[in-house]
């Protein structure tokens, strides 16, 4: 009996002079896990709030739904708003979430430059850094800590370069906004509808800040081209639709084709009747008809009524999946074994199976081939066709 009291004893002691040993650990650490601080980044005001506001409510469901502790530890959504268009301010923010806030992961980033300015900042704080919205394909490439949960231009571009070269399409007519993802589209495009032996009558690019569309519509009307090949980053598609339409492009019979932001979920129904029949591809429709995007439909346009979910929303929902999962792999790894737990993870999202690829830490997924219809009076991007496996290069 004493014999067994003592070696007991021995192990109590043991443990003891092993928690000794963890040294430096502040002692509630052992008690209690330090919080997960996520700094999500984002436009919340300016011309690009939509975004802000379609990924921060995704954040949120998924908290919902999978609860704030992951791991043990206590998640914290730490947002602050970058207004979208000044790279500087999206910068220090990233510095003060990273020196005061202490965040274990940065994320969010609405547009390519925003991401471009922070990207050094992860590198030097190793932080995982994770893409929710920005699309240009070089961005993983400026830090080692970036993973992208959005999509890229070149993987939601080459499948309607394709299926115009399929379809019938020989002369086209391309704008695109003036900066990273307007440039990748344009590349592939180009690239792969040529190889296919159709041609490019005219190309021409618009500013990204009070772009003025009508000069450009009006050529586009004069070259006769079958298809007018457009991005616009998400929102402005509200402005360049209407105007399509008051020119009278669509009367004319000119097919507008593009990746899908130009009819983005957000302003799908205020764009109307004239966005019927425009042709994308892209890698999210709110249509797309799977019991997980159903489910999550329902549950976004509950939480915010009158917002439709748009294709950025599953990049914030995917996003802190990713988070999640990785922290549940290492509780308490550091930015460099969370990067690394990230790699090669595959999941199925409301848009779809997705999965991370290891070696440029970049989205693989399917992207739809979509055309706007009216469905009860209201217009939807309903997928007719699929590419499986899209990698971050098209
Ligand atoms: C970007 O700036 O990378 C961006 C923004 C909005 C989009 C696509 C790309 O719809």
């Known amino acids: 009996m004493s014999k067994r009291i003592d070696s007991t004893r021995r192990r109590v002691l043991q443990g003891v002079a092993g928690t000794a040993a963890l040294g430096a650990l502040p002692r509630y650490a052992l008690a209690q896990a330090a919080p997960v601080k996520i700094g999500l980044i984002l436009p919340m005001t300016g011309p690009f709030a939509s975004t802000g506001k379609q990924i921060t409510a995704a954040c949120k469901l998924y908290m919902e739904r999978n609860g704030d502790t992951v791991a043990g530890r206590k998640v914290e959504l730490i947002v602050k708003d970058d207004t979208g268009i000044a790279p500087e301010t999206t910068k220090r923010i990233a510095q003060e979430m990273v020196v005061q806030d202490k965040v274990t992961v940065l994320a969010g980033f609405g547009l390519t430059p925003l991401a471009f300015a922070a990207a050094p900042v992860a590198t030097e704080a190793k ?47 391309s704008l695109v906004t003036d900066y990273g993802p307007g440039l990748d589209a344009e590349k592939t495009f180009f690239e792969r509808f040529k190889a296919a032996g159709g041609e490019i009558v005219e ?31 998400s929102g402005e598609g509200l402005a360049l639709m ?32 004239p966005a019927v029949g425009v042709i994308t591809s892209m890698h999210y429709s709110a249509a797309h008809d799977s019991p997980e995007n159903k489910a999550y439909v329902a549950a976004m346009i509950k939480n915010n009524p009158g917002m439709r979910p748009n294709f950025h929303s599953v990049g914030g929902y ?77």
């Open 127 to 173: 932080v995982p850094m994770v893409v929710m919205a920005a699309g240009t394909q070089v961005i993983p490439q400026r830090s080692p800590f970036i993973v992208r949960t959005s999509f890229t231009l070149p993987q939601n571009t080459a499948p309607i370069a394709s299926w115009a070269a399929k379809n019938k399409i020989k002369r086209v007519f």
């Open 318 to 394: 995917d996003g802190l999946h990713l988070i999640y999962e990785a922290l549940k792999k290492v509780p308490n790894g550091n930015g460099e074994q969370m990067v690394e737990a990230m790699k090669g993870m595959k999941w199925t999202s409301p848009r779809g199976p997705m999965s991370i690829d290891p070696a440029t830490r970049d989205v693989v997924q399917t992207v739809y081939l979509r055309e706007v219809k009216m469905v009860n009076g209201q217009p939807w991007n309903i997928e007719f066709d699929k590419v499986e496996n899209v990698g971050p290069g098209g």
């Open 203 to 233: 190309s021409v690019r618009t500013p990204l800040r009070n772009p003025d569309y009508a000069p450009f519509l009006q050529r586009a009307k004069d070259s006769k081209a079958e298809a007018f090949f457009v991005f616009v980053p």
């Open 242 to 273: 209407k105007q399509f339409d008051e020119r009278g492009l669509r009367q004319a019979g000119m097919k507008m084709i593009g990746p899908g932001d130009v009819v983005d979920d957000d302003v799908l129904e205020s764009q109307g009747a």
